[in-house]
């Protein structure tokens, strides 16, 4: 299960049975394991992912989408 306002990094990998709360990043990359809880307002990466630390509520929501605008402006550049 996937929260609202999760960042999920590129080539990471969520497991079956994991539930990734609300205002929480996956790392590019991270593979979260199965059965992982990963808290809401934290950063977790690393294979397998563990919890490097928490976001603060002031900047959770502005940097989520932040990274997430990057992405998209990223895969406009493989677009023919």
Do not use: Q
Request: with cysteine; glycine share 8%.
């Amino acid at each position: 299960t996937i929260h609202d306002n999760v960042l999920i990094g590129m080539g990471s990998i969520v497991m079956d049975d994991c539930v990734v709360e609300s205002n929480s990043i996956i790392a590019a990359g991270a593979v979260v394991s199965k059965n992982t809880r990963v808290e809401s307002g934290s950063i977790y990466a690393g294979i397998p992912a563990k919890k490097l630390k928490d976001i603060s509520p002031e900047l959770t929501k502005g940097e989520i989408e932040r990274i997430a605008n990057n992405y998209v402006m990223y895969s406009s550049w493989f677009k023919e």
